[in-house]
Each structure stands twice: as structure tokens, then as C-alpha cells.
């Protein structure tokens, strides 16, 4: 007889939820009444990435057991188009190939999407027209139950734009056109007319948006006889910056949030004097498309901005903080990037900061901390493609240097995350004296009263994506409150990104 309790209904599915996928896969192997139990939860937040096999065998486990309604988020593709915007890519990784993925797949994704009932959040990376072109019948799925949430679907030519055409979106899109170019120009702008008419359809409905290139310039030169305006929108990703600001204010008036791809150099409105969007609060991407919003909206308090490796200049830092401090920033991510003093051919191999020859340690983080004041959450992310031995020295540094208490004079400063990207060979490791995960998370907690969570995104060999942790106070000795040292421990992924969602933007909703 089991000396453990029985676990009523409630209580048993508050332990499922907590479980993750891993946990869940391997507790269902363990007998048929417990799969039937687990099951639901396995399917109901997918990413299949790794091949067209892997879909095609996940979507006949899910016909098999009946699972397809359960599922919520399913992403379908490389892992190339999950990438955060702000990082550098050191290697790109292969994508699928679009031909392969519809003949593999087409047919059983579209037995899937069929079926679904609750489906939130669909992601296809890559051959959406092929698959449409394959399997019509994941189009009919679509137009007949989309996803409540969000979509994204990109490289729509001609048959998909053409299925799609009455589909009623979900209020987060993302979709870009592979039209092709030999198309005559009378059947070119059919299809852009029935594209149009897909957008004019979802105008009202649309909260979100990224489209690409062809998609903006082609609501640019319609707006003259066909004009759009999409009032819901707050959210906008642009890859370049397609839209001149006219056109950026009539056609999205309510614009609250701003991406700019990174993938690509960002085009910028010079000449601009005047706020394109009365409401912004947030802006991401290239330094001079974010620093010129930010200069011309004083409502922003979000900002997070990269340069093209190799773009930074002599003045650049002192121009961010400049900025920063005429605003009140809440969220701040920027990039720092490291080169060797040979470069500019001084000296001995110690290295500094591209963001300004010569630029002394100690003056990133004082200049940080007398920038932002107010801010609650700063991400900061070194970067080198190539790095040696030396380049680890600059950043250890860094992240040891007495001047990080500077940033302890933020009264409200809850969530710093320092990340490392870039790749090092493994005989370089021993060159230099690495110290650990905790003696990084320790240093930053000591010098930083308020600090309640740090995140340590270090890409060496050993390490890997730390969160850490305050110990908020209840009364015992070693447990600490904002302002005193107290105890640190390491906490979950979940925990981790659950917080970094959360202070990166609390106050910028």
C-alpha cells in the first residue's frame, strides 16, 4: 500500500501543468491510464524543427490518439526564423527544403489543422505556398478555423494568396509575398488586388503586424487609389524602413510598439523633424532608426537597439546616453562590442569597446547608470564573431569591474541580463581564468541592492542559460529584501523568462 496520498483531480493537473514537455513525455511511457491522462498536455505547445520527418510523425501521433484538438501553439519549421532580432547570428543554419517539407508533410498537417479546436498560435517557417500548392485543403483548414491569436505564414505566391483571399485573420500576422517576377504585369496586379483585398478584409481586426518589403511598399503605392488603414494596430515590424513617415502615420495612426529588423540595414528617415506616432512607447532595432524615434518621441520609455557588427563610431555611446537621458527610460537593451587595441594599433592585445575607441570599462557602466535612472530592466550583450583568449579577458572584466556598482544607484533596477555571443575555440578556455556562474551572480547581487533577478547567457563551453534569484525576506536570518544582500539561488527557465517578460515591460504596456 502506497504511503503517499491520493491526489485528487485538482491537485493532479496543478502537477501536470508544472511538468515540462520532457517530464511529460517520459511520465506517459509508463502505462496507458497515465498517457491517456498526459497526453492532452504533451500536444498543446509544439515546435517541430528539427525535419520533415518530425512534423510528419507528430501529426500522425496526433491523429492517432485523437490529440489534435488539444493542441494550442504549433510552430512548423527551421529554428532559423525564431531568432531574436537583436543578436548576432555567428553560423546560419539550414533551412528546410520547401519542396521536401511539402511532399513529406502537406498532407498530414492538413488532416491536423482540420481538426483542431482550440489552436491559438500556427507558425510556418518557409513554403507556405508550396504546401497550399500541395494540399489545398490546409488553405480550406484555415479560412475555415484559423487560429485565434496568431499566424504566421510567409513566401504566399499566387495560390495561396488566391485561397487565402477571405480568410478572417487572427489579430497578430505575419506573412511576406514570393510573387514571382515573370509573372505578366496584368496577372501581377490581380494578385496584388486579391492580396489588398485580404488585408482591407482584416484592416479593423489587426493588433500586430510584421510584414516585408513588397508587402509595405505595396500599401505605400496603393494608398493614393486604394487607401488602408489599419486603426487596431499597435504593434508594427518593418524590416527596413519601407514607409516614409507620412505614410507610416495614415496608414498605421496607432502605432505603440516598433521592430526594425536587424537581418538587414535599415533605411532612416533623414530629414524628419516632427513625431510620427503620438502614442509609442517602445522601439527595437538598428541604433539609428530606434535613436531617432526615441529623439523625436518623448513618450518612449522601451528601448532596445543594436548596431551592425563593425558600425560602431567614436561618439556613439556618448550619443545613446545623451538620448537616455532625456527620457525615462524603463527597458533598456543594448549592444556592446569588443575588438582588440591592435585594430587601432596601440598597444598590446587587452581589448576595448567598439562603441568607442579607447572607451575605458569603468564609463559603460557609469555612463549606463547615469543614463537610465528609472529603469527596471537592462539587457546588455557582448558580441564578437572570432573571439580569442583576450577577448574573454575584456569580458570578465567587464562583468567583474568594480564601476557595475554604479548601476546599484538605480533605486528601481530588478532584472539585468548579460549575454555573450559569439564563438571561442576550446584550447583557448585554458588561457584564462574563468570564474563561475556563481561568483558572476553573487558579485551582481552584492552590488546591486534592488537586483531581484539576473539572468547569465554566457555561450562557452560548460556553461549554459542561468536565471538567479533574490530570496525575497520572510523573517529568517539568511533570507534578503531590496537593499540587502541575502541569499542567492538559482531558479527555473520557466521562472526566469516569466520574469524577464514581465520587468522588460512592466510600465511599457
Known sequence: MSIL??????????????????????????????F???????????????????????????????????????????????????????????HWSQQQAADTFAGALADVLERTTKLECLSICGGAEQLIESEPRIAIALVSNPPSVSLRLPDLGKNSLFALETMRAPPNLIVSTNLIVHDSASELESIQTKFLTFLATNADRLYSVDFDTSTYNLLAASHA??????????????????????????????????????????QVPHEEQEMIWPKLVSAEGMARVVMLLARLHPSVRRLHLST???????????????????????????????????????????????????????????GL???????????????RPSSTYMTLEVLFAALKHEMISSLGALPELR????????????????KVIIPTEVDISELWFDRIPSLEYLELDIKLWGWKRTWWRRLQSNGSADSG???????IIQVSHEEGLSAREYFDWEGCR
Request: proline share 6%; net charge positive; glycine share 6%.
Open 481 to 487: 529584501a531590496h537593499g540587502t544582500p541575502g541569499r
Open 225 to 266: 487609389r486604394r487607401p488602408l488603414q489599419f486603426p487596431k494596430v499597435e504593434m508594427i515590424t518593418i524590416p527596413h524602413f519601407e514607409l516614409s513617415p507620412r505614410h507610416c502615420a495614415l496608414i498605421f495612426p496607432n502605432v505603440r510598439y516598433f521592430r526594425n529588423s536587424t537581418n538587414n540595414f535599415a
Open 369 to 383: 547608470g547615469e543614463a537610465i535612472p528609472q529603469a527596471r530592466f537592462l539587457s546588455v550583450y557582448f558580441r
Open 415 to 430: 532584472y539585468v541580463s548579460l549575454r555573450y555571443i559569439g564563438l571561442i575555440a576550446r584550447r583557448d578556455l585554458d
Open 5 to 34: 496520498p491520493r491526489l485528487d483531480d485538482d491537485c493532479a493537473l496543478e502537477l501536470i501543468n508544472r511538468l515540462e514537455t520532457p517530464s511529460l513525455a517520459a511520465l506517459s511511457q509508463t502505462s496507458k491510464t497515465v
Open 308 to 366: 551592425q557588427y563593425g558600425q560602431g563610431g567614436r561618439s556613439y555611446f556618448p550619443e545613446v546616453c545623451k538620448v537616455l537621458r532625456s527620457r525615462d527610460i524603463l527597458s533598456l537593451a543594448m549592444a556592446v562590442e569588443i575588438v582588440d587595441d591592435s585594430r587601432a594599433g596601440t598597444g598590446p592585445h587587452s581589448g576595448q569597446w567598439l562603441v568607442a575607441p579607447h572607451f575605458k570599462t569603468e564609463y559603460l557602466w557609469i
Open 36 to 94: 491517456n491522462a498526459v497526453g492532452q498536455h504533451l500536444v498543446q505547445n509544439v515546435s517541430l524543427t528539427r525535419d520533415p520527418n518530425q512534423v510528419l510523425s507528430f501529426c500522425r501521433f496526433a491523429l492517432s490518439h485523437n490529440l489534435a484538438q488539444q493542441i494550442r501553439h504549433l510552430h512548423v519549421g527551421s529554428r532559423t526564423c525564431d531568432n531574436t532580432r537583436l543578436e548576432y547570428v555567428p553560423s546560419a543554419t539550414t
